[in-house]
């Protein structure tokens, strides 16, 4: 299943996820496959999902339109509090025992809510920061139409994940989870750096993604790697393909949390391979106010809750001031 070949990323081994086709009428095979990778992993990959090939290569096209831009005109769309616009290389620390900063550029826009609407005052809504019009036609209605459509298939998929934790299959479609989802859409970009471990260069450092799924859309480009026991000494690093077509999906931290460590949140990173790449994720969480407590299907007097439960929001804004760069230090690199 496996092949144990030291891979030129560094990776001693490649990776075989299992394959949820959403299309599929076989709802028990796929909610087999999907219980299986996140009991193993937390990782797998989703096809025939709805959204069409001719469309996810426009997304990719109007992505690389804005990072081939002058940096000059990316630093008037400069990401502000509430991580909406662009993100420099090395803004982001997302392994701080072990690396300097992530080389790769970004592009956040999250779920668009206008100034005044008092719905805005929450951390992560509120209006999402664009580039001119003029400058990239079309730009924002691409992205904008992504996102709706990427939010059907986390959708569709999370709803095999309650299934697979012996729930409801709309569990997670009320309106204090994903009914008033925080969906955040980030575009990535490492522009081919070499990665070197020894040195504390990653395209992105070892991390666990902080919510509910994550949707990753890739280029052809490699780069991506799991590990699925972060305690190993030394850990074993294994490649994910990219796959035409296809959402590489993984679990985050939450529900890693709600599911009372039933289901894997994994450690990955991406390490550069001197070629330039691209990637779309999709980060899927539930509401501001949901509270994220243990599930009712994964406890018992034998197996009590390990973590005490925690509202969403409170747990998401200590994450990403975590891991991201203080606003104030390219406040003062500008005057």
């Not at 664009?130 to 990427?150: I, S, V, Y």
């Not at 973590?307 to 994450?319: A, D, N, V």
Request: net charge negative; charged share 25%.
């Amino acid at each position: 299943m496996e092949n144990y070949g030291r891979s030129k990323n560094g990776a001693e081994a490649q990776t075989v996820l299992n394959c949820i086709d959403l299309s599929s009428p076989d709802i028990q095979q796929s909610v087999s496959l999907l219980k299986q990778a996140c009991l193993d992993c937390g990782f797998f990959y989703v096809v025939n999902h709805g959204i069409s090939q001719e469309f996810m290569e426009e997304v990719f096209s109007q992505s690389k339109r804005f990072f081939k831009m002058p940096l000059n005109e990316k630093m008037k769309v400069l990401r502000n509090e509430k991580h909406r616009g662009y993100t420099p290389v090395l803004d982001e620390l997302l392994d701080p025992d072990t690396q300097v900063r992530d080389y790769k550029e970004g592009y956040y826009i999250g779920v668009e809510v206008p100034e005044g609407d008092p719905e805005s005052e929450k951390p992560f809504y509120g209006p999402n920061v664009w580039p001119a019009p003029d400058c990239l036609p079309g730009w924002r209605e691409t992205m904008e139409r992504f996102q709706r459509e990427a939010l059907e298939v986390a959708k569709a998929v999370a709803r095999i994940i309650a299934l697979a934790l012996d729930l409801d299959a709309d569990f997670f479609d009320k309106p204090e989870m994903l009914g008033q989802a925080i969906a955040t859409l980030r575009l990535l970009h490492y522009e081919g750096q070499i990665s070197d471990p020894s040195k504390g260069m990653y395209g992105a450092g070892a991390h666990s993604d902080y919510g509910l799924i994550t949707l990753l859309a890739t280029d052809e480009v490699a780069g991506l790697q799991i590990c699925k026991d972060r305690d190993a000494k030394p850990q074993l690093w294994e490649d994910v393909a990219p796959m035409k077509g296809a959402f590489i999906v993984n679990l985050g931290d939450m529900l890693e949390r709600w599911s009372n460590c039933i289901f894997k949140s994994t450690l990955h990173r991406v390490l550069g391979t001197g070629r330039e790449r691209y990637s779309i994720a999709f980060f899927v969480e539930p509401s501001h106010d949901c509270l994220v407590e243990c599930l009712p299907t994964c406890k018992s007097d034998k197996n009590p809750p390990k973590f005490p439960p925690i509202k969403c929001e409170t747990y998401l804004s200590q994450r990403y001031k975590d891991t991201h760069a203080d606003l104030n230090m390219y406040n003062k690199q500008q005057t």
